[in-house]
């Protein structure tokens, strides 16, 4: 396909800060590129983050996001509200297809940037949970803001077990609670006695937010109040757009890259929690400066 029957030379899947990094790059190489946003970034859910560099006194996610943007736009990437339903093979690049019906954007390469979701748990004032930091998600994130705190941990899976170990760290008093009843193996049994973990075997039955800070959690034994409760029910890896070409994935749906954030489908790259299961902005941002880097590589000179 001739290079001017092309819309523009790179479409981002994904408005969170990897697809916004990549933007910015992928705009300042002079490259014509559109990024095409569903609108729901976990980073827009973060009330306050503490571990980026160069913010001593925290960042609101949403603020992040929205100055991505408007440094994307400054640059001349059109940033749209879109939800891209499929992507397709076509000379020299992809048709990139819409939930909408509108008409495919044709591109040359596709940086797919487009995240994870979290498995929420079942609460109300859910949304208000969050940006009072009493439910949160990611202790690599957010664990020092817990040092010394009652700490829970709800899950669902055996996997939770690493989880609550992990925030054992940070505070010596740490609940595992699960929503249903799980079959530890001994060996988790133990190691959890030995960091002095609680564990409460009696399934979950309610989740409160509580007017003085904190989450009160309803079990079949009893209730207990927890300073701060870590959702640890697994996440949905949102790689379906690449897998469905073919893209070569882990067992976990995370896609596989190359040193060059390269999927293993010629002019797809992927960055962010999509290909990083350490899911962190500075990650995602990183790795989306390596893909614009490469892209703009394999892109070549104007045609
Ligand atoms: C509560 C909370 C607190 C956190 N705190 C921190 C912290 O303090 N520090 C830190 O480093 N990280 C933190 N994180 C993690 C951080 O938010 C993520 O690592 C980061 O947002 C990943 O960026 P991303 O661009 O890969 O994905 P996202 O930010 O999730 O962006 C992905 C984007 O892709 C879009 N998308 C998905 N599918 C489609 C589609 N089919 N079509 C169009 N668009 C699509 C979505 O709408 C979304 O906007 C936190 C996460 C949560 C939930």
């Known amino acids: 396909m001739a290079a001017d029957s092309f819309d523009c030379e790179a479409a981002v899947v994904g408005g969170g800060p990897a697809g916004l990094t990549g933007a910015i790059y992928l705009a300042r190489f002079k490259r014509s590129v559109t990024v095409l946003d569903a609108g729901f970034s976990r980073a827009a859910k973060i009330p306050r983050s ?16 929205a100055a991505m943007r408007a440094q994307a736009h400054l640059y001349g990437a059109r940033v749209e509200k879109a939800c891209v339903q499929r992507l397709q093979r076509i000379g020299g690049g992809f048709a990139v297809h819409f939930d909408d019906g509108r008409e495919p954007l044709r591109c040359r390469s596709v940086l797919l940037a487009t995240g994870v979701s979290d498995n929420a748990p079942a609460m109300p004032q859910l949304a208000q949970a969050l940006r009072d930091g009493a439910l949160r998600y990611c202790p690599v994130c957010d664990g020092f803001e817990v040092i010394g705190c009652h700490v829970g941990v709800l899950t669902d899976r055996c996997a939770g077990v690493r ?3 992990y925030l054992r760290h940070f505070s010596d008093r740490v609940t595992l609670y699960f929503t249903q009843r799980v079959d530890l193996t001994e060996e988790d049994r133990r190691r959890l006695a030995a960091a002095d973990v609680a564990l409460q075997p009696a399934p979950v039955r309610a989740l409160h937010l509580r007017e003085s800070a904190g989450v009160r959690v309803e079990h079949e034994d009893g209730a207990d109040d927890c300073d701060a409760l870590y959702g640890a029910l697994g996440l949905r890896v949102h790689s379906q757009l690449a897998t469905a070409l073919g893209a070569a994935h882990d067992d976990d749906g995370y896609l596989l890259t190359d040193s060059h954030q390269r999927t293993s489908i010629e ?28 892209m703009h590589r394999a892109l070549g000179l104007p045609g």
Not at 50 to 65: K, R, S
């Open 267 to 294: 002019g797809l790259y992927a960055a962010g929690d999509v290909a990083q299961s350490l899911n962190q902005i500075t990650v995602a941002a990183g790795g989306a400066a390596i893909a614009a880097s490469a």
């Open 163 to 165: 989880e609550a170990l």
């Open 50 to 65: 503490h571990n980026m560099p160069g913010y001593p006194q925290g960042v609101v996610g949403a603020e992040l996001i």
